[in-house]
């Protein structure tokens, strides 16, 4: 059984940041990508962001470009979200996401943890 569980998660102004954190637990496994989406009131899950342990590619939905970054270790099955300049419009339910391969698709998923923006 793998685990993932978010952190970081909370209130600030918009125009505040916050640092998400995800860890990975359970049985020995090595991930092939990591990634966060978030679920808005009212609205689907989308894609913020993933990394991609081999090369370390990263990807980004456009409504976070040059305000998200997103970094971790794949040894360590850890994978952060860096979100700046944050915006009203970013208030969600931020999920991490683990994939055990590349056809396998994000397949481990976190509870998710809560980002509200304030205006």
């Known amino acids: 059984q793998v685990q993932l569980v978010e952190s970081g998660g909370g209130l600030v102004q918009a125009g505040g940041s916050l640092r998400l954190s995800c860890v990975a637990s359970?049985?020995?496994?090595?991930?092939?990508?990591m990634g966060w989406f978030r679920r808005a009131p009212g609205k689907e899950r989308e894609f913020v962001a993933q990394i991609t342990w081999s090369g370390g590619t990263t990807y980004y939905a456009d409504s976070v470009k040059g305000r998200f970054t997103i970094s971790g270790d794949g040894a360590k099955n850890t994978v952060y979200l860096q979100m700046l300049s944050l915006k009203p419009t970013d208030t969600a339910v931020y999920y991490c996401a683990a994939a055990a391969s590349s056809s396998t698709g994000f397949n481990y998923w976190g509870q998710g943890t809560q980002v509200t923006v304030s205006s």
């Open positions: 359970g049985r020995t496994f090595s991930n092939y990508a």
